[in-house]
Nanobody
Framework: QVQLVESGGGSVQAGGSLRLSCAASVYVYCMAWFRQAPGKEREGVARINIRTGSPIYADSVKGRFSISRGNTSYAMYLQMNSLNSEDTGIYYC??????????????????WGQGTQVTVSS
């Protein structure tokens, strides 16, 4: 079972940027970021096909967030720009394995990191 460790969370003012990192213990071909705000369900933010680099983004973050893969390690990144208060939440790294790389469905991913807090203040 792959182990995932997130880092890079913190507090930032609205309009600012953060870059999240996820380190995997072994190679996985499909990785994603999810987030969960207080009182809300966990939702998909972005995912990347590690083999091809193909990304998928939630509508709420398109044009602001960029997901990328590491080129020298089992890593994935999420560059978050133009942050607003609705981006506040715990961000989780996730991985899926199988024949295909799915979209942003919660049940498509079977390995999870511990989460890193992102707080955007106005």
């Amino acid at each position: 079972q792959v182990q995932l460790v997130e880092s890079g969370g913190g507090s930032v003012q609205a309009g600012g940027s953060l870059r999240l990192s996820c380190a995997a213990s072994v190679y996985v071909y499909c990785m994603a970021w999810f987030r969960q705000a207080p009182g809300k369900e966990r939702e998909g933010v972005a995912r990347i096909n590690i083999r091809t680099g193909s990304p998928i983004y939630a509508d709420s973050v398109k044009g602001r967030f960029s997901i990328s893969r590491g080129n020298t390690s089992y890593a994935m990144y999420l560059q978050m720009n133009s942050l607003n208060s609705e981006d506040t939440g715990i961000y989780y790294c996730a991985a899926a394995h199988g024949a295909f790389c799915p979209g942003l469905g919660l049940t498509d991913f079977n390995a999870w990191g511990q989460g890193t807090q992102v707080t955007v203040s106005s």
